[in-house]
């Protein structure tokens, strides 16, 4: 399905006919939509301007926003149900889904994976992927930055044993990193880009450079989307309107995340010219590029069983 179809359809569904009657039927029973979000991207936009609370205001619905720093915790929640929707990279929804989480890809946000990179300390010995051998490499564990860390060793000709991991938090990995108590960092923006502004530090590999087309995505609650597919929709066609607008005020996207975090609005005018917005239904090229990460991991037993993308993708029904 085409995004312009796509996005026009969930519009149409979330806001009603030009007559003003509404498509979508109240959600029966429903009187709060719970989202899983990190302060960055696409939903701190939606959520700064509301536009989540827009489209689901004629439903009688609340929006309750609930932060995460990572994406495996958040999928934690969404699995029990604490959570209904959310937004994660590509790794966190693999590793929940192999543990059998009932969770479902709702949509998509491409990218280039330039908001991700391998980093060392500015004075830092190591000059090539290859000299990661034996060194402390952190990342959060089952996050994107994981999926980051073992592409560069594959392409440097190094196992996941060549190296001593160090699974940390990106809160907690940053303070290892400032104080050199582990010698490489993979990790994502806003940490990134603070890293690099703040202590100077060294991009040892980018994720452009390592993984090529990459993607992030929305995420649900498998029940919840059975049960509450308007309410899904909607959501999603809001998300459509945030993520055009981010995509031409790349300034008003970093305000608005300097804003939601505290961190000053240099880095995260860095954070959003890296960032990309746009919000698409997943397509098969985009299941094949997931599948390709969930076989990596299962190939490495670092997750214990294949995970079957294709069937765990959420179609929107017509209506």
Not at 36 to 60: D, H, M, S, Y
Not at 123 to 138: E, H, N, Q, V, Y
Not at 149 to 154: M, N, P, S
Not at 225 to 230: E, G, L, R, S, W
């Amino acid at each position: 399905m085409k995004r312009r179809h796509f996005l026009g359809s969930l519009a149409l569904a979330s806001l009603g006919l030009a007559t003003g009657l509404p498509i979508i039927a109240r959600a029966e029973g429903l009187t709060r939509f719970n989202i899983g979000f990190q302060k960055n991207g696409v939903l701190v936009v939606a959520r700064n301007q509301k536009l989540i609370e827009t489209a689901l205001a004629p439903q009688g619905i609340e929006v309750n926003w609930i932060e995460f720093q990572s994406g495996p915790p958040l999928l934690e929640a969404m699995n029990v149900g604490s959570v209904d929707f959310g937004t994660t990279g590509d790794t966190p929804p693999i590793f929940a889904q192999a543990a059998s989480a009932d969770i479902v890809y709702a949509a998509a946000l491409p990218s280039k994976g330039r908001n991700s990179a391998i980093l060392v300390p500015k004075d830092s010995p190591i000059s090539t992927l290859a000299d990661l051998k034996g060194k402390k490499l952190a990342f959060t564990k089952g996050s994107s930055a994981h999926n980051v860390a073992v592409v560069a060793l594959e392409k440097a000709g190094l196992s996941y044993a060549d190296i001593q991991p160090v699974t940390l938090s990106p809160a907690d990995a940053g303070a290892a990193f400032a104080t050199g108590a582990i010698d490489a960092w993979s990790i994502w923006d806003p940490f990134y880009a603070g890293a690099e502004l703040n202590q100077g530090a060294r991009v040892l590999a980018k994720g452009d450079e390592l993984l090529g087309a990459t993607n992030s995505f929305f995420l649900a609650n498998g029940r919840f989307a059975k049960d509450h597919a308007d309410v899904l929709k909607a959501a999603i066609a809001a998300l459509g309107q945030a993520g055009d607008w981010a995509n031409t005020h790349k300034d008003g996207v970093a305000e608005a995340l300097a804003a939601a975090t505290g961190v000053p609005v240099e880095i995260q005018k860095l954070t959003a010219e890296r960032g990309e917005f746009t919000v698409t239904p997943v397509t098969p090229e985009i299941v094949a590029t997931q599948q390709a990460v969930a076989d990596r991991f299962a190939t490495l037993g670092l997750i214990p069983e294949r995970v079957e993308i294709a069937a765990r993708v959420w179609t929107a029904p017509q209506s």
